[in-house]
């Protein structure tokens, strides 16, 4: 299932951009603010704004860099990684040193 909503939308009778959300609902109580699997209300609302789905951004580079670690690779050097090293929070790839987790940064 695929789900997603308005920037605005925070499930209550009035989003974040003043709107009355109970007012926008069709004859099926559908919203123009969520998505389900592509689809939504048959009413509009001006104000909606749908987020862009991550393509090229930070989500791609956090599935490439998860996918290096579990292949054993370092994702900064792209070095082998023999084993880890754990310094308090933070997990070091040996032998190049880069850090691999790092608990401090929650």
């Known amino acids: 299932m695929k789900y997603r909503e308005c920037s605005y939308y925070n499930y209550g009778a009035v989003c974040r951009a003043g709107v009355r959300v109970d007012a926008k609902r069709d004859d099926e109580l559908r919203l123009p603010c969520v998505s389900v699997n592509g ?3 048959t009413t509009t609302c001006s104000l909606l704004v749908m987020p862009v789905e991550a393509k090229d951004g930070k989500v791609g580079e956090l599935a490439q860099a998860l996918e290096a670690i579990m292949a054993g690779v ?11 090293e754990v310094v308090g929070l933070v997990v070091h790839a040996k032998p190049c040193g880069h850090i691999v987790s790092d608990k401090r940064r929650r």
């Open 74 to 84: 370092c994702p900064q050097c792209r070095g082998a990684v023999d084993g880890e």
């Open 39 to 41: 689809v939504t209300s």
